[in-house]
Each structure stands twice: as structure tokens, then as C-alpha cells.
């Protein structure tokens, strides 16, 4: 039955007398969400749009493996790690195995946020040092100390954070290494040295920053030489979205003392990590207890088992590789006919258009979920276009995505 | 199939080696858990315990309404709330009728601890200082900023924070008051002044400490002249656990200028919410912005509407404090006659019962494990039973659980 606009209308006036004003809703038209399957959502005036921005739902929206695993266990037990039970040993052993051989050892969390916080956290006890260098556009998490840590949010940084102003483009490895130097630099002067170097190695905040591969390698080992630790947030890339293996870290030839990850993990069941070198891992142990009561529950390994799964059954992460590659030539057909995008980067379905202001992305965004496709914006000043499908895009959808934009670049942004 | 004691040692070991040494399992023999219902907890050797230990599946382990819910929701949609979903705001608006009018605003976490962390932080920002007052025994979760205000972890407290040593028997509410004074002075000694008192209105990792009701309402007022909040922490006596209403801090009279929850929220599914005054939540609002992932998802607002929906149905406030009545004088009848129960304390279905020590705590809990009743140990050196059965206990178990304890103190204790 399609909402009539008095019904919109009711339902947000509801929402903003119960929900803190702190909540913001996308579009200037706000879709009102009844239904997801595979990359579609659709409204409740019946009307579907194509989901070229969510990757939480990784494996697809409500995709019927995770879904029947997730019921089957909620019906028979869900418990805590205080009680011995398989999957949560099940999954780290799975998570395990997907990572280099120095990355031993698994801790359970909620969320990102609490995965990153913990990651911080430890780096400083075990180095005994304070500082933190992230980039001036990074977003890292939610609770107070990731506050500190999230530029992009326009919140102040942290006792303890330097920042580093990424560059776009970059056609040297080495231009990562100077900006992180300057870094280091900066922490001598204030007295103050490295505990951790923590970057999203997709760079989603800062506008989908991938290449060349392999420029945080050198970075990363001048941190560790004064013995900081380097934390791979794996939050946006994880999971396959890069198509080159299962963590973006492995296309710049590092291994990380932390890998973090969240979001695709249970495909919107919320259930996240922090994987952490074993010596690490040994070092927290001896100083501290963790618990985290749903961190690690039976229900939530169970659903992340069934997104692995996927994942390998469905070979997401070649179809990652394959569908990303496919519909970044396509992007780059429109980069060359229009010169709104003036830059085009990422890699696999996680990819930055880069037009000259936010403005013109939020007007092209806009005009895009009129249109029944659905992106997002990113970077500094919100002027890169955030394309980040749920892995099972298709051929074809990726067509409609680049005619939908070329048609949206035509009418509403060229035209108008 | 029964499990061998070498699957058990082998599944033990395969856990040390995935999981973090942080981790730690109840018990000197851990229980291999495989299901749940309502009260009972199964291990691999088709044992049953009587759980009386875990307030996470308040309404009873695999509770079928919840799952139906859970299921029928994940198969439709899951997602966050930049979409306007019709969920978040039902739960927002049912969470806001449990409460008193001056609570006005939600915001959905995915734990306590994000909850909490929120909470302290909005208080900070909000009042412009930084003091936090907290009991020395209090917990309040895993964040960075959260281990400084739970001293009963062994961590240090944090910048800003003090504490009140709170006393297991207070015969005046006068008593807590001096001890918030104290603070407050101790505070203004150090140039700080206070921007929260932060307490779980059962003070349960404090022991159960829940007497004389309303002991909480001067402290509060004396910490709000001084421009300070009070934030109810009702991760551990929401959702009923009292018998004296659906909140905590209803029993001390005082309405909380923010609320969190957390733990039993879902019945296991993570899902959590700070609930604030609606002023505090547009000043908040006016200087940031707010955006967590799964927070507010649409399966886990469901899911807690179910939960509230079970709540409703079955009447379990009116149970709790029925059953924890007939439970507490059982374990009355048990202190009168045991000198190793030397106290007893607590309400509804958070009841705690001192012991002279640690060490005669632990010899309880592991003696009842064996004798198949789930119990755990709080308070200051762990010397307090910590009694807090989902609530559907009846009074049958009750009897169960009363005539347990009393074998193993007969046989394992004052015998031994």
C-alpha cells in the first residue's frame, strides 16, 4: 500500500519528536525504507532503487544463507564467551586463516567503534607511547576516544593525535612516507612518542585513496622503527570489497600488528573484531581482563560464519574484482566525456568520483535517488561521490548505475 | 551426543590458541554450552543448569516470540536509520512511555558501553566540565573512556573522575549524600567541577546494594546544584529487573537527566540506547552530530519491541517482584541459619548474598556449578553471590535454587 505523503510526512514528525536531533536522514527526499533483497531497496510507495552505497548488507541485502543460520541458532542458544561454545572459536579460526601467519589472536566486539577503541587502547599499553597519526579526513568510530580520532566529523583531535592531510592522487609511494615522517616529526617535538599508526586502507572518509598499491609499506615500517604499532581498520574494506583478497591491507604488502573490522562482518547483525598479532595479544592479556557481553555470542559467530560463506561460495571476491573493474571503466568512460568528474579512484566496488565541490556531488547525489539509484558522498568537503555496492552487483546493474548517472549529469547537473 | 573429555580439552585448547588470553570462562570447570530455554542452560553432556546468573535473556533463552520477530524482520529488512524506517521510532516512542515526560529523546547504541560512553560524553559537552563521580566498585563498560570509570576492573580511574566507596548497609539515605559530598568536595579541591554522577541504580557490581529506596534522590540534587547531570546506568536493572517498574532509579524517586540500557534490551541481540531530556539532547544535537551503524537497525528494534512486547504479556515486573519476594525470603530463611551468609541484599530478581570472602564466594559458585545451578560473584573482592535469573524463574526453580544452595553449603562448605 504506497504511503501517502501525509503518512511521510506524520512518520517524520514522529521521528524528530523521539529521536535526538543528533540523527540525520539522507536525501533531500528521504527514502522510506520497507524492503532490501540482493542490491535493491525499496519504499513504501512500491518504488525500488538500486543500492550502490551500503556495505554493510555485503553479501546482499536479507541474503537467505545468513538469514536461515541466524534463525537456526537464535532458536537453540545464544550465549556469552564466559560459557565454552564452538563458533566463537569456529570463527576465529575461520578469521584466522584468512590472515598472514603473525595475526594470531581474536577479540570480539560490537561494532567497529568498539573494535577501533580497543585497537588504540592496547597500542598504547603495549607501547608504553601516546601518540596516534591518522589523516585529516579519517573517521574511525563513535565512542570518546574515536571522537579524537575522526577528524572528518569536525570534532576536535585527541590528546595525542596527528594528523596527516592525504593527498588524492599520488604518484609515488614515497609521498605517504614524507606526510608520515612530518608526522613523527611533529610527535618528537611535542615530547611524544608513536603508539600507532591507524589508517582505513581503502581511505573511504578521505575519498577512496588506493593507489599506487603498497604506499603505507614504508610508512608503516619508519613507524614501527620508533615503536609504534600499525592498525589496519578494516571497517570499509573488509570483507572482499576490494577484490584483492579478503583485507585492503594485502594490496600494499604490509602485515598489521591490529586488523579491526565491523561493519559487513554479519551483514547488519552486529558483530565485530579485533585481530591481533599473538605477542600482542599475550601482552594485553597479562595486564587486562576483556569482556564484552555480546561480543563473540553464539548468534552473532553463526552469522558471520554464513557471511564467509557467501563470500566463498558466491566467489564475491573475483566478482568484487571482475564487477568493479567493469564498472570502474565505465566510471571512467563518464570521467573522460564529463567534466564534473574530475578524478576517478578506488579499487574493486569501492569507488571515489571526485567532482569540484560538495555542492555539485550533493545536487548529483540528489538527483540520483530520484532517479532510483543510491550513492553517497565523501572526502574533503563532501565532493567525492561514495560508490560501495553490496558485493553481488551485477553486470547489468552496474550498466544501469553509470546510464542512470550519465542520464542524472545530462538533465540535472549539465543541463540545468 | 555426549562430549569426551578429550573433545572438551581439545575444544579448550583450540580456544586458547584463537582467542585472546584476555578472555576468561566461568567456572574451574567450564561449561561447555550448546542450549538454551527459558531457564535452563544444556552442556555437550545433556546436563541441565538452572541459570540464575544471566539477565542478558531477560525474558527466558530463545524466547519464541523474539526469535519469530527476529526472523520475519531479518528476511524483509535490515537497515540504519538515514533511512526513515518505521522501527526506530516505535521503539523510541514505547521506550518514552516506560518513562517519566521529562525524558524525551533516543538514541540507539549497539551495548551499554556505547550507551554509557555517549552518555558521559554528552555530559562533558553539555555542562561544560569534566568531574564524574562514580562507586568504587562500579563498572560501566569497555571503552577507553569507560575502563577509567569502572575501578572495579583494577584499572586506573581517569582524568576527572571520582569516586565514593558506598557502604553494603546503609540504615539512612543520609549516608550516600555525605559520601556524594564528598566528592563534590574533593572535586572542588582539585579546580574541577561536576559533570556527572554516574551510577547502575542497583549498584550491581557493587554487590546488589539497593537499600534504603531512595537513598539516590539528595546526592542527585546536590551534584545538579552544582550544575552537574545524573545519569542512570539501567544496563543491569532495566527491562523489569527490580519488580518496581520497568526502571531502576523509579525506586529512589528521582527522574535522571539521561538513561542507558543495554544488556537484556534484546534478550541477546545487541542492542542498547541512551534515552536523554529532551533539552540535553538538543543542545547535543545543535553541536554534533551522531551516526552508529547498527544503532537503531531495523531487525534489533524488533527484536527490543519484542522484548518489551514479551515484558507486556507475560507480566514479568509483577512476576519479578513477586518471585524475588518468595526468592529473597528463601534466601533469608537460608542467611538465619548459616553464618556464611552474612548479609543479604538486593531486589525483585538482583538479589546479592554476602559471604566473608572471595575465596568462600568462589568455593559457592564452583560447588553449585557441579550441583547444576548458575550463580555468579560481585562486590568488593568478589565476596557477594550475584543471584539474577532471567525472569521468567518460577517458583518451583526457586525452590530449586534454595534447596541447592542449602545442600552445597551443608556438603561443600560448612562440611568441608
Known sequence: ???????????LA???????PSYRLFYEEPIHAIRGEGVWIYDAEGRRYLDAYNNVPVVGHCHPHVVEQMVRQASVLNTHTRYLTDKPIELAERLLGTMPPELGSVIFTNSGSEANDLAVRISRLVTGNSGIIVTDCAYHGTTDLLSGLSPVTGLPTGPG??????????????????????????????????????????FGSDGAVSDPA????????????EGGLFI???????????????????????????VTMGKPMGNGYPVASAVLRRELADAFGRHQRYFNTFGGSTVGCVVA???????????????????????????????????????????????GVQTPSGDIAARIVNALRRAGV????AGRGNAALKIRPPLPISRSDADYLIGTIEDVLRKDIEGA
Open 1 to 11: 500500500m504506497p504511503t501517502t505523503s501525509h503518512e511521510h510526512d506524520t512518520l
Open 14 to 20: 514522529r521521528r524528530q519528536r523521539a529521536l535526538s
Open 161 to 202: 593525535v596527528f594528523t596527516v592531510s592525504l593527498p588524492l592522487k599520488m604518484t609515488d609511494a614515497a609521498e605517504f612516507r614524507v606526510l608520515v615522517r612530518g608526522a613523527l616529526d611533529n610527535m618528537h617535538e611535542a615530547g611524544i612518542k608513536p603508539a600507532a599508526l591507524l589508517v582505513d586502507t581503502i
Open 214 to 225: 603498497g604506499f603505507l609499506k614504508d610508512a608503516v615500517d619508519d613507524v614501527r622503527r
Open 232 to 258: 589496519a581498520d578494516e571497517v570499509q574494506p573488509g570483507f572482499g570489497r576490494t577484490g584483492a583478497g579478503m583485507w585492503g591491507f594485502a594490496r600494499h604488502g604490509v602485515v598489521p600488528d591490529i
Open 305 to 351: 560464519l554464513a557471511v564467509l560463506d557467501v563470500i566463498q561460495n558466491e566467489s564475491l571476491i573475483a566478482h568484487a574484482a571482475e564487477t568493479g573493474a567493469y564498472l570502474k571503466d565505465g566510471l571512467q568512460n563518464l570521467c573522460d566525456r564529463h567534466d564534473v568528474f574530475t578524478d576517478l579512484r578506488g579499487t574493486g566496488l569501492f569507488l
Open 374 to 377: 543510491l550513492i553517497g558522498a
